[in-house]
């Protein structure tokens, strides 16, 4: 942590330890509910992303990840206002979906309505046993717009996000583990570290390989097996023709670079 350099915004705390840089939701007294200021710093700070950021890492301060929309700032709200303002949160959240690098949301506490849309808008969740995954829209009266709907279906199911939508129900973290919300469970306290050091892990990697993995393989394994395979095999060439990779591989074959070790 020599290198940290932190900047603390009202609403966002960054920080960059090493090549990754660390993004805290700072509204702690308010469980970080995401109000428009939180949603426009996010946008921010994707946009101006310094070049040498290899990760990013989204956590939440205090005892919280984020407790969903501020649901002060919605009474007021009519029918054009609220499209208008899904559709800011679309914009802004697949500006973290399709970022330079890759984004690991480390998740404790309240993961909630939009916190869980926010997460699910990164490419790595990392939980600790605190976590709690819930949609309370339904409670509400009202529905996801932060591109949930299309986003945690893709990770859960479209029939357990409306079980949690219709009934209220709560996922603990050991259950989002298997379950498909997170990819990894820490010890408690533990999920800031090890989305670090899998961040700092990711950003060593040839940017284009980060690159396919975020953007290609999605759209791959959403095509027709056809279309699949072709973009499959355009992504491969293009990759394998990077001199990144001849300069990879060639440190395999000449023994200087890592071997797959089982963890
Ligand atoms: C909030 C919010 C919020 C807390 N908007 N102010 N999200 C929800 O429906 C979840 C609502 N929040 C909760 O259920 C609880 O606050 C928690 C379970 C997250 C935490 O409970 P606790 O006991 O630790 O805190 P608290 O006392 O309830 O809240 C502390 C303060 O944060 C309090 O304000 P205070 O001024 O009275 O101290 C709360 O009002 C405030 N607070 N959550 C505004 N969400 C793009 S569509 C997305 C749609 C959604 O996200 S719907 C889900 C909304």
Redesign the pocket.
């Known amino acids: 942590m020599a290198d940290a350099a932190l900047t603390t915004a009202s609403l966002l705390t960054l920080e960059t330890v090493g090549r990754v840089l660390t993004i805290g939701l700072n509204r702690p007294?308010?469980?970080n509910?995401l109000n428009d200021g939180i949603i426009l710093e996010i946008e921010r700070t994707f946009a101006t992303l310094p070049e040498a950021v290899g990760a990013v890492v989204f956590h939440g301060v205090g005892d919280?990840f984020s407790?969903?929309?501020?649901?002060?700032e919605l009474s007021e709200r009519d029918a054009t206002a609220g499209l208008m303002h899904?559709r800011m949160?679309h914009r802004v959240f697949d500006s973290i979906q399709h970022a330079r690098v890759p984004v690991i949301a480390a998740l404790k506490g309240?993961v909630?309505?939009?916190?869980l849309?926010l997460a699910c808008a990164a490419h790595i969740r990392v939980a600790e046993p605190s976590a709690y995954y819930a949609l309370?829209?339904g409670q509400?009266g009202?529905f996801?717009?932060?591109g949930?709907s299309v986003r945690l279906p893709r990770l859960v199911g479209v029939a357990r996000m409306a079980d949690m939508m219709l009934t209220g129900r709560v996922y603990t973290a050991p259950e989002g583990v298997s379950l498909g919300f997170s990819q990894y469970l820490t010890e408690e306290g533990g999920s800031l570290k090890k989305a670090l050091e899998l961040a700092e892990r990711v950003a060593q990697n040839a940017p284009l390989t980060n690159f396919a993995v975020m953007q290609a393989l999605p759209l791959i394994a959403e095509a027709s097996p056809q279309t699949g395979l072709m973009l499959e095999a355009l992504m491969a060439s293009v990759a394998q023709s990077d001199q990144e990779a001849k300069t990879r591989i060639r440190a395999f074959l000449d023994r200087k670079a890592g071997k797959v070790q089982p963890s």
């Open positions: 007294a308010k469980r509910a919280h407790a969903g929309l501020d649901l002060s899904s949160w309240a909630i309505g939009g916190g849309e309370p829209e509400r009202i996801v717009g932060g949930g």
